[in-house]
């Protein structure tokens, strides 16, 4: 009877009334704000969004964020979310099948496959799995996440382990400086060594403008931290917010610094920012909880789970109209080869083949 109630709508950009609406819900987090939006339109040409909203009269009950991402390589998908380790759903479930129904059915692009990026932290996500399923998604796991459950900045500091405090103390008794990234010179500086770190992972890199555009367009809902030593900028922190919600999306570093411990104060700077501006938790990013020790995945997951995080699988649900359900995963996979000769590639072919790569790829 509630279902008959209820109906589905493409959410329009021009619809202020309804953003005005969404705006009001406290609980929601940046994944559902216009302004994201328009930092992936503005950035990217091959992105075009698809926010469908589930209303029963004019009351909001769900929305699901999707981008349409036209690729040469991939040819075209629907993502939840691209760019992002997960895209989350807000509201119940109930007609998310007919959601799914009306993207198969859009006849505007030739879609490939549906991708929807969620994890096990998310609301109901057996229930959100059971749904998948039944319709014919694909499951398939990528990895994992801590996410922090923020109490006080006390209970924290208390039941960090005491390397980790030592860590913070010799950061800040190394005298390193932290800066906050608030205008255009602070966003190229950060830039500068993000492209570096990303030409040495082998991962294609986000454009300049895509920062530009996140911290002009975002503003209310990023928080970009530059770490110095001296007058040299050795390591960055970007998180995005909203609701009671953050997600450490981009920490890089010099790894000639690194003695210096500037990413724990970067986190514990992020960690206390989180706590003054009323986030219940921080997404501190993908980990590879399966990795080796001695690699540079190990050392990732070693340093984020420190910080007292819950450990959290993330699973893909693939759908595909080409009879490959885990299509996406599969040429992710496959990319991961040629790493080592992107980091062989001049900085200026990098530099100029990178950002067209990131967009065509979506990660």
């Known amino acids: 009877m509630i279902k008959n109630k209820m109906k589905v709508e493409i959410l329009e950009k021009s619809d202020r009334e309804t953003w005005k609406q969404l705006q009001q819900l406290s609980n929601l987090s940046f994944h559902f704000k216009l302004e994201l939006i328009h930092v992936i339109e503005n950035t990217y040409s091959n992105c075009k969004s698809l926010y469908y909203l589930i209303k029963d009269k004019d009351q909001i009950k769900a929305l699901f964020p999707f981008f349409i991402v036209k690729s040469k390589l991939f040819s075209t998908r629907v993502i939840s979310l691209p760019f992002f380790d997960v895209g989350y759903f807000w509201g119940n479930?109930?007609?998310?099948?007919?959601?799914?129904?009306?993207?198969?059915?859009?006849?505007?692009?030739?879609?490939?496959?549906?991708?929807?990026?969620?994890?096990?932290?998310?609301?109901?996500?057996?229930?959100?799995?059971?749904?998948?399923?039944?319709?014919?998604?694909?499951?398939?796991?990528?990895?994992?996440?801590?996410?922090?459950?923020?109490?006080?900045?006390?209970?924290?500091?208390?039941?960090?382990?005491?390397?980790?405090?030592?860590?913070?103390?010799?950061?800040?008794?190394?005298?390193?400086?932290?800066?906050?990234?608030?205008?255009?010179?602070?966003?190229?500086?950060f830039y500068k060594l993000y492209f570096s770190e990303m030409r040495r992972f082998g991962t294609p890199q986000h454009s300049f403008?895509?920062?530009?555009?996140?911290?002009?367009?975002?503003?209310?809902?990023?928080?970009?931290?530059?770490?110095?030593?001296?007058?040299?900028?050795?390591?960055?922190?970007?998180?995005?917010?909203?609701?009671?919600?953050?997600?450490i999306m981009f920490n890089v570093s010099n790894p000639s610094y690194r003695k210096f411990r500037p990413n724990d104060l970067l986190y514990w700077e992020a960690i206390k920012y989180g706590l003054n501006n009323n986030?219940?938790?921080?997404?501190?990013?993908?980990?590879?909880?399966?990795?080796?020790?001695?690699?540079?995945?190990?050392?990732?997951?070693?340093f984020k789970s420190k910080w007292l995080g819950d450990l959290y699988d993330r699973i893909y649900f693939y759908y595909s109209f080409e009879g490959q359900p885990s299509l996406a995963g599969e040429k992710k996979e496959k990319y991961k080869k040629f790493r080592a000769m992107w980091r062989k590639l001049p900085p200026l072919i990098i530099k100029k083949l990178g950002p067209w790569l990131c967009a065509q790829l979506a990660i």
């Not at 993207?103 to 057996?126: C, G, P």
């Not at 801590?146 to 006080?152: D, E, W, Y």
């Open 209 to 247: 403008k895509f920062f530009e555009n996140m911290f002009t367009l975002m503003n209310n809902y990023v928080l970009g931290l530059n770490c110095y030593y001296n007058d040299i900028m050795i390591a960055s922190l970007i998180m995005l917010y909203g609701g009671d919600y953050g997600y």
């Open 93 to 189: 479930y109930d007609l998310l099948p007919q959601v799914i129904e009306m993207i198969r059915n859009f006849k505007e692009y030739d879609i490939s496959s549906i991708e929807i990026r969620t994890n096990t932290f998310v609301s109901n996500f057996n229930t959100l799995k059971q749904i998948l399923e039944k319709i014919g998604f694909i499951p398939v796991p990528s990895k994992q996440q801590f996410i922090l459950r923020l109490t006080s900045e006390e209970d924290l500091w208390k039941r960090f382990h005491k390397h980790t405090r030592n860590d913070i103390r010799k950061a800040l008794k190394s005298g390193l400086k932290i800066v906050k990234i608030d205008n255009k010179q602070e966003v190229k500086k």
């Open 279 to 302: 986030l219940k938790f921080i997404d501190l990013g993908q980990v590879d909880a399966n990795s080796e020790p001695g690699t540079h995945a190990y050392g990732i997951y070693k």
